[in-house]
């Protein structure tokens, strides 16, 4: 029904920075909140940050200072600024969204993106 849509992963130097974005489409009537999470290779998915339309944002103590949450709620779409990357962070990066959604009536929905990999190597 809700489908996300991450971009922007890949290939970063240590230090280096990207940004991600996630895309949403469908019927979403509100949003209650955007995450993000990452998961690297034999480890569990970690909650990364999130945000809530008031722009409210939490982050995980490891990225405090060097990510950034943002979002165009207009636009249903979602950002994540990562600066000073380093080696241990390379990990598949998810987009979380829990929102109001159309389907026949209003209903509560939970939509995990497919992921964008980001690799932080020398």
């Known amino acids: 029904q809700v489908q996300l849509v991450e971009s922007g992963g890949g290939l970063v130097q240590p230090g280096g920075s990207l940004r991600l974005s996630c895309a949403a489409s469908g019927s979403i009537f509100s949003i209650d909140a955007w995450a993000w999470y990452r998961q690297a290779p034999g480890k569990e998915r970690e909650l990364v940050a999130d945000m809530q339309p008031s722009a409210s944002t939490k982050y995980a103590d490891s990225v405090k200072g060097r990510f950034t949450i943002s979002g165009d709620y207009a636009k249903n779409t979602l950002y994540l600024q990562m600066n000073s990357l380093k080696p241990e962070e390379t990990a598949v990066y998810y987009c979380?969204?829990?929102?109001?959604?159309?389907?026949?009536?209003?209903?509560?929905?939970?939509?995990w993106g497919q992921g964008t990999q980001v690799t932080v190597s020398s």
């Open positions: 979380n969204l829990r929102a109001r959604v159309y389907f026949g009536g209003l209903m509560s929905y939970n939509a």
